[in-house]
């Protein structure tokens, strides 16, 4: 084999080298490989905030507003003091599986249980609403401090209407009380939301990922 063909065969591989490193069609390939893994990424983020943040306001209701709490926090902490009111604050969602008695103490329990039920819930959907929005780090925790202010006030708006003797204003009362309790206990949920993972669902997203990444 001559000198000159040589060269020639060794300028073609370069080429073609050059080609595979320089193709903007490979890089563009690896950017859409990227950006699908974020955004699936942010997906399974926003997911675990809605979960976190909804089992957060669940464990807040169940565990403060059952009966048995409810009655231990009212029989100790009766005095005129910032910490009685702030303890007495966690109490707000009340809640009972108690229906005996008249027809107007049974509507004031389904109330109560229609209170803390849409409390839940209320979070739930507000925070699956900002699901593709959710921002990071303080804004997060705003946000999801905000969640549980919201859904408190329009729980209590809307069970107020199932309470006997039922007012309008009664209800705007019922509502302001909710804002009350979402604005001091509902920095737990911000806190949670901001910070809060799901193993579960990034492990799916970790799995999707490869799979795109070695198509």
């Not at 020639?8 to 490979?26: H, I, M, S």
Request: overall charge positive; glycine content about 8%.
């Amino acid at each position: 084999m001559s000198a000159h063909h040589r060269r020639r065969q060794q300028d073609g591989v370069g080429l073609t080298a050059r080609r595979a490193t320089t193709d903007p069609r490979q890089g563009l390939d690896t950017r859409m490989i990227w950006s699908e893994a974020a955004q699936s990424y942010r997906v399974a983020m926003t997911r675990s905030r809605s979960f976190t943040g909804t089992v957060t306001a669940a464990v807040l209701v169940a565990a403060f507003g059952n009966p048995w709490v409810s009655d231990w926090i009212a029989n100790q902490f009766k005095g005129d003091n910032v910490l009685s009111w702030l303890v007495h604050q966690l109490t707000w969602p009340s809640w009972s599986v108690d229906f005996a008695g008249t027809a107007a103490e049974l509507r004031g329990v389904i109330a109560s249980d229609v209170r803390a039920i849409l409390t839940v819930v209320l979070v739930y959907v507000l925070l699956v609403s900002f699901r593709k929005t959710f921002p990071e780090g303080f804004a997060g925790f705003i946000l999801g401090w905000a969640t549980l202010i919201f859904a408190a006030a329009i729980a209590g708006l809307a069970a107020a209407f199932v309470a006997p003797d039922a007012t309008i204003q009664g209800a705007l009362n019922a509502a302001a009380l909710g804002a009350v309790y979402g604005l001091f206990a509902g920095w737990l949920i911000g806190f949670i939301t901001s910070v809060g993972r799901n193993i579960p669902f990034i492990g799916k997203t970790s799995e999707r990922s490869k799979e795109s990444a070695a198509a």
